[in-house]
DNA sequence: AGCTCTTATGAATCATTGA
DNA sequence: GTCAATGATTCATAAGAGC
């Protein structure tokens, strides 16, 4: 599959991409006051200023039934939530989006600490939006076994995970999955069940690669485009790349794209190498 | 414990209480749109008007250390997430609350169904609302037990863990290694999992019991007073006896308040008949 | 394979100190 | 005063190592 990136702000990056090519935009965006050192630091009073110029750039390269999924959590201001996040939805929706559904991401490994008035925050928003009513949704790519036994075998829905199983039936030790055929498949909720990443320590803000897996899985299929205008270290666009979706990445640090152009490569390298093997060369 | 129970609209009935008389106030007001027959389905356009003057009385009566929380979730409308609960939000902090925290409770087990475009819906929003920074909250009442981590981290302290505490303490000892000896309780989140009530079928908008009594007993103690202006069947107030808060009850359907003290009087009498022989008459 | 045990670490929050 | 930087606090999870 193809992939872009992009070093510069997506304000500008995004203007050279044509009208309606991305079906899905899965974004984690610098929250206001968070990574000011990488990112300046958009204060919560401006943040929502900041981000409607590129929201407009949003509407315009994505397809008239694509997705746009926006992870976002406001923080504590003075022992109060801040009210930058409701905001901008509201303002979201007078630019002509439809806000169709928030999914909650239970993080279950949350921070630590204890605070004399506060319990520790394990959740994050996960706000849906849409250009039209007619957004291609595919469900059935998100579906998961019922039953307790299987959770926790489930629970990561890499597709790793999924090779690892493949390859054992080819081999013969396929344990499970002769109990999975016949089994029903469920529907999930909106809300999502996932630990925060342990591995990747070299950018700030990374979320688990399950969760834009997910969501590639539910609103895009093979060679549809995905774009992350707030790309980080490449999280998305390795859970793109894996899935066999096109994907442009932008980032604003250099030190990002270049992160993520490694990440990218060396997936390529593995995905290259094992190929042939699995194919029984 | 002593309770109250109001029929009528709360705007009304609470201008006869005296001001700064509660310690809680509980409650989940009739959603918009929803619950038309009995409450005369306040239109999502109208909700925030509606809900205001209201929520000037609920700041009245409440002590300036207590809290407010209020359960509520946005329906589907036109295949978008109504605004209303966002723009009440806004609107109440400029009525002078402060908006502290935002739980989730995640529905377990949550209605069943299917949509083309959209998931089950298995979480609710848990607004706490307070008139203080110094509000009162009794972390320790809702503990829960810790995972079995504890134990076999105790059994031999980690060298990661001593190494952190001594870098950051400096003292050879570390900081809490004595307070993790024996402990079994851990904080919780902002996120409660509990599955949702089936049992009481007379009332449209129950929710479980232990909700309102995870909140009764993370900001009140024995005998303060709870307050729920929207009753319904009177979940609050029955978790409230059991608790031994005060509690005072409004709902504006008299077969609602009729139902509220039939559950409370059917608690009464088991309670009074257990009595006795719990203490060993 | 299937256990146990070890280890790292995650968009956090608050009070205090210093500019 | 306002604002920025620093230090202290601390739990659940998954990857990995070992048996």
């Not at 929502?48 to 999924?69: H, I, N, S, Y």
């Amino acid at each position: 599959m193809a992939y872009q990136l992009h070093t510069g702000d997506c304000l500008q990056v995004l203007q050279q991409l044509p009208e309606a090519c991305i079906d899905l935009i899965f974004t984690s965006p610098p929250y206001a006051d968070q990574r000011s050192k990488t990112y300046g630091g958009i204060r919560p009073a401006d943040y929502v200023d900041w981000f409607m110029p590129r929201a407009a750039q949003f509407q315009r390269v994505l397809k008239p039934e694509g997705t746009f999924v926006l992870n976002i959590k406001e923080k504590v201001v003075a022992g109060e939530r801040s009210t930058y996040v409701l905001e901008l939805i509201l303002e979201l929706r007078r630019q002509g989006w439809l806000w169709t559904e928030e999914f909650i991401w239970h993080k279950k490994n949350c921070y630590p600490g204890k605070w004399p008035n506060r319990f520790r925050d394990a959740w994050e928003r996960l706000l849906q939006f849409n250009r039209s009513r007619q957004f291609k949704m595919y469900q059935e790519n998100v579906m998961v076994p019922t039953g307790d036994w299987c959770k926790a075998r489930l629970r990561r829905l890499s597709e790793t995970d999924r090779m690892r199983d493949e390859s054992k039936v080819g081999s013969g030790f396929g344990k499970n999955i002769s109990n999975w055929v016949g089994r029903s498949l469920a529907y999930p909720t909106n809300v999502l069940h996932l630990a925060t990443e342990c591995a990747n320590r070299r950018h700030s803000a990374a979320f688990p690669e399950t969760l834009p897996e997910w969501f590639i899985r539910l609103f895009t299929r093979a060679n549809d485009w995905v774009l992350d205008p707030f790309m980080g270290s490449g999280t998305t666009l390795v859970a793109a790349e894996k899935l066999k979706r096109n994907a442009v990445g932008i980032d604003i640090v250099p030190e990002y794209v270049a992160i993520a152009r490694g990440q990218l490569q060396a997936y390529d390298e593995v995905s290259a190498a094992d190929y042939p093997r699995s194919m029984g060369f």
